[in-house]
């Protein structure tokens, strides 16, 4: 297992509703990534934080947001929710540097499986 | 949206049996990596090769990147029960996101 935590593990809400995910980094390490994946389908990448600024972002509207905190911790939060939303979220973090930038190894947690109704 | 395109989508194979598995991208790449997710879990990490390297092995695990065709493989060796999960390529082309594939579902058979 990794060191990669996240909560609540199930959730469901209904249409309209707003919710935030969380995100226990790694120990030692400062990006987080989100991913959403469906079910039967691949990740799909969300956005990502390094020293608590976004550094990317996939193909997701504006109501998807992310937060990274002084600890590298982070929270996803979606507003309006859309059945659509129902999905695997999933982090992952890693250990960035400049002599390593887009070769480190993600690790990622167990996911928060959402429902929406 | 997916980077590629994983061949096969599902394998179902005996104990002892190799099994391998295909996955094709569209755009150049700083490294691809393989995972494995079981029942929809966490993903775990197997194996990174990057754009420079042709050939990775990793105990029973065997990857091979030819970016001249875009294409990887990922090859277990004497596979067993413990194997059975889902498979997905992912490949790293800019500022470290992750593009995954749609996944190959392995299952070994006792």
């Known amino acids: 297992e990794t060191g990669v935590t996240q909560s609540p593990t199930h959730l469901i809400k209904t249409r309209g509703q707003q919710v935030t995910l969380r995100c226990s980094s790694q120990s030692g390490h400062n990006t987080v990534s989100w991913y959403q994946q469906a079910l039967g389908q691949g990740p799909q990448f969300i956005f990502q934080y390094y020293r608590e600024e976004e550094n990317g972002r996939g193909n997701f509207p504006p109501r998807f947001s992310g937060l990274q905190f002084p600890n590298y911790s982070s929270e996803l939060n979606v507003n309006a929710l859309e059945l659509d939303d129902s999905a695997l979220y999933l982090c992952?973090?890693?250990?960035?540097?400049?002599?390593?930038?887009?070769?480190?190894?993600?690790?990622f947690g167990p996911g928060t499986r959402l429902l929406v109704l | 949206s997916q980077q590629g395109e994983e061949d096969p989508q599902a394998l179902s194979i005996q104990e002892g049996e190799n099994a391998t598995m295909n996955c094709s991208y569209k755009?150049?790449?700083?490294?691809l990596q393989w995972y494995r997710q079981n029942s929809g879990r966490g993903l775990v990490h197997l194996i990174l090769i990057r754009s420079n390297e042709r050939e990775k092995h990793s105990g029973r695990l065997r990857v091979t990147l030819d970016t001249s065709k875009k294409s990887s493989s990922l090859l277990i060796t004497a596979s067993r029960a413990a194997d059975t999960a889902s498979y997905f390529c992912a490949t790293v082309s800019q500022g470290g996101k992750l593009i995954f594939g749609q996944g190959t579902e392995l299952s070994v058979k006792p």
């Open positions: 755009t150049s790449i700083n490294n």
């Open positions: 992952a973090s890693s250990r960035t540097s400049g002599a390593t930038w887009g070769h480190e190894t993600q690790y």
